[in-house]
């Protein structure tokens, strides 16, 4: 496994960038938008694929890299469902995995930090975001946060990992760069409590000043979506109701460019073709699946996806190809279901 531990000085954030091979598909968990040119750098350095970008939570103290990775490497961005941001490409739930080529995440559900806030895991670490900290635990004293509920997610859920498990948490303050389940347990101050309500009062009691970036950051993070934006003024946009007078009709196809673990979830438009995202500029080359479809069959190609970011930017693509008839639905399957447009379950 490829793993590095990247460091942004100004707000003290870990980013991680993993991958199971030299040359294959890679993630990035927490990017910080002033490092951004340097994980390209990076990836290009290693010969990696960027094809997800997660973030833990909505962050207050630093602006998400997500948005501008997503322009520059047209990766798949992905948050909590709670998560308030207006459009990732791709939302998950505990339970739920991130999967890229050779490696899937465990998607953990930790709240109390902020009500969005999530751990992922791998076998032998857990990426703990703001909710374990090396010998601290993040606020819950703004964003939601709620110091019961992070009670939990750290007795509940990420103390109840295996001790050997490596802990590497989206801050240090202090130089320390990673620790472990049995570590956490022993040593951090805040988990030697005796019960919940004592863990509330250390936590109400912090008194902690706002964090410098909060005013800037916050805002800035809840708005990364814009992909689609640019599409729609190009006038490849469809919206749910146009693009469910269109289904069903011999001349359209309507392309899920969404994993199968969303298609089980959430349902499926009837009649559509299954070309997940990471596959589509294979499936755009010149003798591809799409040019076949558009021109031997003379389809329009109507792409769709959970929200419609991984569309819009599908659109762009087909369009770069030569493929100008290529449409996608704004908003995606969220504003499908808000129109009643019809699904089926997988
Ligand atoms: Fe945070």
Redesign the pocket.
């Known amino acids: 496994m490829i793993f590095r531990q990247l460091f942004d000085p100004t707000s003290s954030t870990y980013s991680y960038l993993i991958a199971s091979r030299r040359g294959g598909e890679a993630l990035i968990i927490d990017p910080v938008l002033e490092r951004v040119d340097r994980y390209i750098q990076l990836l290009r350095e290693l010969d990696l694929k960027l094809v997800k970008a997660v973030d833990t ?1 909505l ?3 630093h602006i998400t890299g997500l948005g501008a990775l997503r322009e520059r490497t047209h990766c798949i961005t992905v948050m909590g469902e709670q998560s308030g941001v207006d459009v990732v490409s791709m939302r998950v739930a505990d339970g739920d995995r991130i999967d890229i080529e050779g490696l899937s995440l465990g998607v953990i559900y930790t709240p109390g ?2 009500d969005d806030s999530y751990s992922f895991s791998l076998p032998d670490r857990v990426f703990t ?2 909710t374990l900290l090396i010998r601290g635990t ?1 606020r819950t004293d703004f964003q939601n946060g709620d110091p019961r509920a992070q009670y939990e997610s750290l007795f509940g859920r990420l103390l109840k990992l295996p001790d050997e498990t490596l802990v590497y948490p ?2 240090d303050y202090k130089g320390d760069t990673v620790s472990t389940i049995g570590e956490e347990r022993a040593f951090n101050p805040r988990l030697q409590v005796k019960s919940v309500d004592e863990y509330v009062d250390i936590m109400n009691s912090l008194n902690l000043p706002d964090p410098k970036m909060m005013d800037v950051a916050v805002p800035a993070n809840m708005r990364i979506g814009l992909a689609q934006e640019t599409v729609a003024h190009k006038g490849w946009a469809l919206s749910a109701a146009e693009a469910r007078d269109i289904v069903g009709r011999p001349d359209t196809v309507l392309i899920d460019l969404r994993e199968r673990s969303e298609r089980e979830k959430q349902g499926v438009i009837p009649d559509s073709v299954h070309l997940p995202y990471p596959d589509l500029q294979k499936n755009l080359k010149p003798n591809g699946l799409l040019h076949q479809l558009a021109e031997a069959k003379a389809k329009r190609l109507v792409f769709y996806c959970a929200f419609g970011e991984r569309s819009a930017m599908a659109v762009q693509a087909a369009q770069d190809a030569g493929l100008g008839g290529a449409r996608h639905i704004h908003g995606g399957l969220q504003a499908w279901k808000l129109a009643e447009g019809p699904l089926t379950q997988q």
Request: hydrophobic fraction near 20%; glycine fraction near 18%.
């Open positions: 939570h962050h207050a103290d930090h902020t975001g703001d993040g989206a801050h």
